[in-house]
């Protein structure tokens, strides 16, 4: 038990370490490049900060632990919007740039009405999860006509340095993505470890502990950004992300085998996850910014979700 304490100790460091160096080297892959912030939040941060739940959440469906593909996913994307958007949005003001958001925000909702959709068999199969896939695509497309529309006419708004001046930002980004990834990964084999040692069920293990686990990434890349000043990469790599651990991760982790999805999360998890989307799409087009009261109603009910799962499903 003391080893598995050390490897979490060890495991923080290196989440908080690279997450500092993923930061620092994507802002300035976007000012050298011209790319907007936001965009590269949504995608190249995105990609990076979910390859923990990618990697957890197929696993586990490999393995036949279905609950745990699920459990991550969605749980990932309650943390994600409860506790790392609402404790960013308490430390600071977010403005928010209405078409950008609404956007992807429709995209963030609109997979997890989808994912609701067809799941009410009590099943989401590998036709279900070609479907979800498909959100995915779309989101990714969308956002390759977002950069063409930035650059179109704008030659000066085009690469700004030649490509052998950001090899310096790329291999810091490398690195500190490698760092996330891997800590992320010591983490949730540390705190599962823990989870089985105290006896919580798998499904409450995958929904808080795992998906808290996972979600490390968003968390401490968000606050980095946030306090370096860079808040429109913490909301872009939140709603990236999320649509990806809905999308991506869910209707890639369906083609590996068919997945169970509890009645907990139907009547519990899911709707609890669509009403945090709901909440923040509404607190984003009504103020034009997301501020720290706001912060403070999201973050009370992701606490609220997880007393309410320890008190009604444990």
């Not at 160096?21 to 912030?37: C, D, H, L, M, T």
């Not at 959709?117 to 979800?132: C, E, K, M, P, R």
């Not at 010591?186 to 089985?196: K, R, S």
């Not at 069920?201 to 370096?228: C, D, F, R, Y």
Request: hydrophobic share 55%; glycine share 10%; aromatic share 8%.
């Amino acid at each position: 038990m003391l080893v598995t304490v050390a490897l979490l100790l060890v495991s923080l460091v290196m989440i908080t370490k690279g997450a500092d160096w993923f930061v620092e080297a994507a802002v300035s892959i976007s000012e050298k490049s011209g790319i907007p912030k936001i965009i590269i939040g949504a995608t190249i941060v995105s990609f990076a900060t979910t390859a923990p739940e990618f990697t957890v959440s197929a696993m586990a469906a490999y393995l036949d632990h279905v609950e745990m593909t699920v459990g991550n996913a969605v749980g990932s994307a309650i943390c994600n919007i409860g506790l790392v958007l609402g404790t960013v949005i308490v430390i600071k003001a977010i403005p928010v740039e209405l078409h950008g958001f609404t956007r992807k925000a429709g995209f963030m909702l609109g997979s997890a009405l989808l994912l609701l959709a067809v799941s009410y068999d009590g099943v989401v199969s590998s036709f279900d999860g070609i479907l979800l896939l498909l959100v995915f695509l779309g989101f990714m497309y969308y956002n390759f006509r977002l950069q063409r529309a930035v650059f179109d006419g704008k030659d000066e708004l085009r690469e700004k340095v030649p490509i052998s001046q950001l090899k310096k930002d790329i291999l810091l980004f490398i690195t500190g993505a490698l760092l996330v990834v891997i800590g992320s990964r010591i983490l949730v084999d540390a705190g599962i470890t823990i989870a089985e040692w105290l006896g919580i069920p798998e499904m409450i293990i995958a929904l808080t502990l795992v998906a808290l686990g996972t979600s490390l990434p968003e968390l401490i890349t968000a606050v980095s950004a946030t306090l370096k000043g860079h808040q429109d990469i913490s909301i872009g790599n939140i709603l990236g992300a999320n649509t990806m651990d809905i999308a991506l991760i869910l209707g890639a982790s369906s083609q590996i085998r068919p997945l169970t999805i509890l009645t907990q999360s139907l009547e519990y998890d899911f709707p609890i996850m669509i009403v945090l989307m709901l909440i923040l799409i509404i607190f984003g087009i009504t103020g034009r910014k997301l501020e720290k009261w706001e912060g403070g109603v999201i973050l009370g009910v992701y606490i609220g979700y997880v007393v309410g799962l320890f008190t009604l499903f444990n």
